[in-house]
């Protein structure tokens, strides 16, 4: 690879000179100028940005952590991180962990060993939690909260309010049997909504039934064949999001169960795919593309020395589509 040495040296110029030219941090003379950019262009001289990181201490990359890249609402939220990075001039390095503590704590590191601006994170580890207390990168975790940690800011939707809506729209729906997919307990969402299900069920004076249930595709399957098998009156479900609300749609349907004639679903997150879909699903809906571009908003105005909020709770609203039918609707 062409060192900035041999560029100067083609250019008759000090390296340094280059350096200055690369970088814009100051005025050169318009002739070494032309001189240093055409040997570039002969040379192909690529930066090594790693290099550069190191000795301005700066990098210009946020890092993103999320759990599961499968999940169009990860995808969906690194989209609009990213989105907002470009436009400021800063660049994304997405990390995927797979919920695996080990891979978390690799990326972490390598986050700070390259000087990286900021992490934006979506975790549940407890060993995750105690490094991010102690990181020295400005943190903005998303969509849950730590046990213990702070970090520089949490962003979330306020997934209790959700769960009320979700049960609340299926007993207007005429609704008698609602089984929620409980998420993990273990995450401030999963356990947020399931609470809000559970108020909901007690002020109509409505049986509680769960079954649990992680947020993808597969577990969605598995626990839509539970809900055959235990709750076999079951007419409304709530799901624990729209990838696993799809899940269940298909798996019903297959067996012949009409939806929403017969059962009503409900998802959550108002992913891309839920109104893509057909039937198109109804759910509650989350400002991912919002809930982003303020992750990366507030690592930009850490880094910048600008004012931000600590605490950030979005709010939610139901989107109704085509699997669920208010009871002023329904055939008698």
Same mark, same amino acid.
């Given at each position: 690879?062409?060192?900035?040495?041999?560029?100067?040296?083609? #250019?008759?110029?000090?390296?340094?000179?280059?350096?200055?030219?690369?970088?814009?941090?100051?005025?050169?003379?318009?002739?070494?100028?032309?001189?240093?950019?055409? #040997?570039?262009?002969?040379?192909?001289?690529?930066?090594?940005?790693?290099?550069?990181?190191?000795?301005?201490?700066?990098?210009?990359?946020?890092?993103?952590?999320?759990?599961?890249?499968?999940?169009?609402?990860?995808?969906?939220?690194?989209?609009?991180?990213?989105?907002?990075?470009?436009?400021?001039?800063?660049?994304?390095?997405?990390?995927?962990?797979?919920?695996?503590?080990?891979?978390?704590?690799?990326?972490?590191?390598?986050?700070?060993?390259?000087?990286?601006?900021?992490?934006?994170?979506?975790?549940?580890?407890?060993?995750?939690?105690?490094?991010?207390?102690? %990181?020295?990168?400005?943190?903005?975790?998303?969509?849950?909260?730590?046990?213990?940690?702070?970090?520089?800011?949490?962003?979330?939707?306020?997934?209790?309010?959700?769960? %009320?809506?979700?049960?609340?729209?299926?007993?207007?729906?005429?609704?008698?049997?609602?089984?929620?997919?409980?998420?993990?307990?273990?995450?401030?969402?999963?356990?947020?909504?399931?609470?809000?299900?559970?108020?909901?069920?007690?002020?109509?004076?409505?049986?509680?039934?769960?079954?649990?249930?992680?947020?993808?595709?597969?577990?969605?399957?598995? #626990?839509?064949?539970?809900?055959?098998?235990?709750?076999?009156?079951?007419?409304?479900?709530?799901? %624990?999001?729209?990838?696993?609300?799809?899940?269940?749609?298909?798996?019903?349907?297959?067996?012949?169960?009409?939806?929403?004639?017969?059962?009503?679903?409900?998802?959550?997150?108002?992913?891309?795919?839920?109104?893509?879909?057909?039937?198109?699903?109804?759910?509650?809906?989350?400002?991912?593309?919002?809930?982003?571009?303020?992750?990366?908003?507030?690592?930009?105005?850490?880094?910048?020395?600008?004012?931000?909020?600590?605490?950030?709770?979005?709010?939610?609203?139901?989107?109704?589509?085509?699997?669920?039918?208010?009871?002023?609707?329904? #055939?008698?």
């Amino acid at each position: 690879m062409t060192s900035i040495r041999e560029v100067a040296k083609i #250019a008759g110029v000090s390296p340094a000179t280059v350096s200055r030219v690369m970088n814009g941090t100051a005025n050169v003379d318009e002739e070494k100028r032309r001189r240093v950019l055409e #040997a570039i262009r002969q040379t192909g001289f690529m930066p090594n940005e790693l290099a550069r990181a190191l000795y301005q201490k700066s990098s210009k990359i946020i890092g993103v952590i999320v759990p599961d890249i499968e999940n169009p609402f990860f995808s969906e939220l690194a989209k609009a991180v990213e989105e907002q990075t470009y436009h400021a001039g800063y660049k994304m390095l997405l990390c995927n962990s797979d919920d695996d503590p080990k891979k978390e704590m690799m990326n972490i590191q390598m986050l700070v060993q390259m000087r990286a601006e900021g992490i934006i994170i979506t975790t549940n580890c407890d060993s995750t939690s105690r490094v991010l207390k102690d %990181c020295q990168l400005p943190v903005v975790v998303v969509d849950r909260k730590l046990t213990g940690v702070s970090g520089t800011a949490f962003i979330e939707a306020n997934h209790y309010k959700g769960g %009320c809506l979700a049960a609340e729209h299926l007993v207007k729906c005429g609704c008698k049997n609602i089984v929620c997919l409980r998420g993990p307990q273990a995450y401030s969402s999963g356990k947020q909504r399931y609470q809000g299900y559970l108020d909901t069920c007690r002020k109509y004076g409505i049986k509680e039934q769960c079954v649990d249930c992680t947020y993808d595709y597969e577990a969605g399957r598995r #626990a839509a064949k539970e809900i055959l098998r235990k709750f076999p009156k079951a007419d409304g479900i709530i799901a %624990c999001n729209d990838m696993v609300a799809i899940s269940v749609y298909k798996v019903l349907t297959g067996v012949g169960r009409r939806i929403p004639e017969e059962i009503q679903l409900i998802g959550f997150d108002d992913i891309r795919f839920s109104s893509l879909c057909t039937p198109e699903i109804t759910t509650v809906s989350q400002p991912i593309r919002e809930m982003g571009f303020m992750a990366a908003g507030i690592i930009i105005r850490h880094v910048e020395g600008g004012e931000f909020q600590q605490e950030n709770i979005f709010d939610v609203k139901l989107v109704e589509r085509d699997t669920t039918r208010k009871k002023s609707h329904q #055939a008698l």
